[in-house]
C-alpha cells in the first residue's frame, strides 16, 4: 500500500486545513496517509522549523509529502512553499476571487476563524457545552431551555451527539436513556411529557449496539443479543406510538447525525463552525 505523509500547517489551531484536507484525501481509497499537524507557525522562525520538517520526510521517506495550508499572512506562505512538497493553499484559492467578486481587500488576519475574536460566540459555546454535561443522561432535567432531547437506548450515540452540536452549532441539546423501567411501561417518562415537540429519538443496529456494548461489559446481560433485540423493538414502537422523528445511527458519523438532527427538526445554529 502507498503511504504519504500529509502536513497540515497553521498560524493557529489547525483545525479548518485538518477538517478540509481530511475531508478531500478520504476520495483516494487504497492509499494510507500519515496525517502531521504543524499548528501555530505565526512566525518566520516557526516557518523555517515547518520547511525543515517537511524537506526531512521528503528525503527519510523518498517521496515528497503533501502540505495543506492555511497561512493566512503572504511572507510565511512564501517560505512554505519553498519546501519540498505538494503546497495547497486553502487561502489562496479562495480568498483572491473573493476580493476580486467582493471589490475588497481582505484583512490578512490569522486567526479568525477559531480564534475569540467573537466573545459572543465564543460565550455561546461554553454555555452550550455546559448545558450537554449538566443534563447528561437524565441528569439536571433542564428541559426547558433544551433545543432538543435526544432520547434511546443506551450506547446509541446520544451523548457525543449532544456535545458536538454544543460545540459546534452552540444547541442545547440534552438527552435521556431509556431505561427498562420506561420500555416495559410502553409511555414516555413523565418528565419527558412536557417537552415532547423537543424529542428526537436515536435508533442502532442490534448487532452494532451488542459490539459496543461488549466492548463496555463483556460478556454481561447488558451487552447480550436478547437483552439489545428486546430493548432496541420496546424503544421504536414507543417512538411510533408518539410520532418521534428517529434516526438510525449505525452508519452516520457523529458530525452526520447532527446535521441530519438539525436539519430534519428545524433547529437554527447559534454558531456556525
Given at each position: 500500500m502507498n503511504r504519504r505523509t500529509v502536513f497540515f500547517v497553521s498560524d493557529q489551531t489547525g483545525v479548518t486545513a485538518e477538517t478540509m484536507g481530511h475531508s478531500l484525501m478520504t476520495q483516494f481509497e487504497g492509499l494510507e496517509f500519515r496525517p502531521v499537524t504543524l499548528p501555530f507557525v505565526a512566525s518566520v522562525d516557526k516557518a523555517h522549523e515547518a520547511v525543515r520538517r517537511i524537506n526531512r520526510a521528503a528525503e527519510e521517506e523518498g517521496i515528497r509529502p503533501i502540505i495543506f495550508s492555511t497561512l493566512v499572512q503572504d511572507d510565511l506562505r512564501d517560505i512554505v512553499m519553498t519546501a519540498n512538497g505538494l503546497f495547497l493553499d486553502f487561502f489562496a484559492a479562495f480568498v483572491g476571487p473573493l476580493e476580486r467578486e467582493l471589490n475588497t481587500r481582505s484583512t490578512h488576519r490569522a486567526g479568525r476563524a477559531h480564534g475569540m475574536a467573537d466573545i459572543a460566540a465564543y460565550t455561546a459555546r461554553i454555555n452550550a457545552t455546559n448545558y450537554?454535561?449538566?443534563?447528561?443522561?437524565?441528569?439536571?432535567?433542564?428541559?426547558?431551555?433544551?433545543?432538543?432531547?435526544?432520547?434511546?437506548?443506551?450506547?446509541?450515540?446520544?451523548?457525543?451527539?449532544?456535545?458536538?452540536?454544543?460545540?459546534?452549532?452552540?444547541?442545547?441539546?440534552?438527552n435521556y436513556p431509556l431505561t427498562e423501567e420506561d420500555l416495559e411501561a410502553g409511555r414516555l417518562p413523565r418528565r419527558l411529557e412536557p417537552h415532547r415537540r423537543k424529542l428526537f429519538a436515536l435508533s442502532i443496529k442490534p448487532e452494532r449496539l451488542q459490539q459496543i456494548r461488549n466492548e463496555r461489559r463483556p460478556d454481561s446481560r447488558y451487552a447480550s443479543p436478547q437483552q439489545v433485540q428486546y430493548e432496541l423493538r420496546a424503544a421504536e414502537a414507543l417512538f411510533m406510538r408518539y410520532a418521534i422523528p428517529c434516526l438510525d445511527t449505525t452508519e452516520c458519523s457523529i458530525e452526520e447525525i447532527a446535521s441530519r438532527i438539525l436539519n430534519t427538526s428545524g433547529i437554527e445554529r447559534r454558531l456556525r463552525p
Open positions: 450537554a454535561l449538566s443534563n447528561d443522561d437524565g441528569t439536571g432535567g433542564d428541559y426547558a431551555h433544551a433545543d432538543v432531547i435526544l432520547v434511546g437506548v443506551s450506547r446509541s450515540g446520544k451523548t457525543p451527539t449532544c456535545l458536538y452540536m454544543a460545540l459546534q452549532y452552540g444547541v442545547f441539546a440534552a
